[in-house]
């Protein structure tokens, strides 16, 4: 299949259902491949890793913006993501996330692990408590990080189930095509989410507190560290970033889980493999699959030379199951060694949230398969059209309480073990 024609399935609803089938027709093509004039398409592990940290690449700033987006500007959705750390470049980009990473220190997260834990089991107890089938996004998969993400925040709890539908609606800009539909609907979530957090940032002036709001508000009134722009749109990414791809990651996770039962079965004897069963899982099924840039100046990747102001889609899921770097790479494999997943980035816009995000599925799948053994989907799950962030809709799973006897051999991950 041309390029070309792969590029279009992939932005298909088909593509975006299962994008990996057409990961590997663009593979067959090279690891950087050309598909349009000055647009190129990247699934080499190596190539997707080097461009990443290539400081000739950078995101789409306001003068590409206007030339590719024209009326940008007047979009609140594509207005507020363009004003966070996720869509900036240096040194616009290093002074925001300098200011937001005192939140994510490995000390604080570190000292998260028991609320993560309590918070988890609190789901789990509900759901053990419900008559009959439970939707897993809805029980689990959503309230645990955003609990989590809304903590560090200083969001009251009453106010989260508020997050998810405007969450839904403003991730739809950061889709590689989006109808004005769908547009219109992001701009309805951005609105609603920058309302809040004016609310909220006007509650912290009148009284501080000991969250990550009132540090980025103090730095904002401190001087011109912070804009006003960029204070919303910041506290808008670093809420919808800090549990939406946990979400995905604990709904694909634990899908891959229960269509592996052996490998279920040793997490479940074993909760110290954890740390190499998510980072499997992150490559496996990646809750984050494409992100883009743009040059700056020449460069040359996979035998292809990139000329300034090329814009590049780098397909993190395909590069996390490139043959080079991932022998057999469509086979959940834990025990695999050197697994270095690509799901979270790389170089300077690497997710600020990642250590919470694995904190978070570490502890939440040995907990999910020791308190309910007899786990199990129960029905059709449903996909959310989405190729960026790939997750469920919905997940429904029974909750039983026996377990199959399973003989589980004692490896540990990057040795000789069974194949899940």
């Known amino acids: 299949m041309d390029p070309t024609d792969a590029l279009a399935l992939l932005m298909s609803p088909e593509g975006r259902l299962d994008p990996y ?9 090279g690891p950087v491949v050309q598909a349009g004039p000055v647009f190129y398409v990247v699934t080499g592990y190596a190539e997707a890793d080097a461009i990443l940290r290539d400081a000739r690449f950078g995101v789409m700033d306001d003068a590409l ?18 004003r966070s750390m996720l869509r900036t470049n240096p040194p616009d980009h290093s002074r925001m996330r300098r200011l937001a990473a005192g939140a994510f220190t490995p000390r604080r997260i570190a000292a998260m692990r028991d609320v993560v ?53 403003l991730t739809g800009v950061l889709e590689p095509e989006i109808t004005a539909d769908e547009l219109a609907v992001a701009d309805r979530g951005a609105t609603e989410l920058r309302g809040y957090f004016t609310e909220l940032v006007a509650a912290r002036r009148r009284a501080p507190a000991d969250d990550l709001t009132t540090a980025l508000v103090q730095a904002h009134d401190g001087g011109d560290r912070l804009s006003g722009d960029e204070l919303l749109a910041n506290l808008i990414v670093l809420l919808v970033a800090g549990f ?6 604990l709904g694909n996770g634990l899908v891959a889980l229960l ?3 052996r490998a279920a079965a040793a997490l479940r004897e074993r909760p110290d493999l954890a740390p190499a069963y998510v980072d499997e899982l992150l490559r496996y099924d990646s809750p984050v699959q494409l992100t883009s840039r743009m040059s700056t100046a020449p460069s040359r990747y996979g035998d292809v030379d990139l000329p300034p102001e090329s814009w590049v889609i780098v397909l993190l899921g395909a590069a996390n199951r490139d043959p080079r770097r991932y022998p057999d790479p469509a086979r959940f494999d834990p025990w695999r060694a050197q697994i270095a997943p690509l799901s979270f980035g790389a170089g300077p816009h690497y997710c600020l949230g990642a250590a919470l995000a694995r904190l978070e599925a570490q502890v939440a799948f040995p907990l999910l398969l020791r308190r309910l053994p007899g786990l199990a989907v129960a029905g059709r799950p449903e996909r959310r059209v989405r190729l960026t962030l790939r997750g469920h809709a919905t997940l429904p799973v029974s909750v039983g309480r026996e377990a199959a006897p399973v003989t589980v051999p004692g490896t540990r991950p990057g040795a000789a073990g069974p194949t899940p």
């Open 21 to 29: 089938p057409t990961y590997e027709r663009l593979r067959a093509h």
């Open 65 to 82: 913006r206007d030339q590719f987006m024209p009326g940008w500007r007047e979009s609140p959705a594509v207005l507020s993501i363009s």
């Open 117 to 169: 834990r309590a918070q988890a089991d609190e789901l789990v107890d509900a759901m053990l408590a419900a008559d009959g089938p439970v939707d897993f996004m809805t029980a689990f998969a959503y309230p645990l990080p955003v609990g989590v993400i809304c903590a560090l925040l200083g969001v009251p709890a009453a106010d989260r189930p508020l997050f998810r539908r405007w969450a839904t609606d």
């Open 244 to 249: 939406e791809t946990t979400t995905n990651l």
């Open 259 to 261: 269509d592996h039962p």
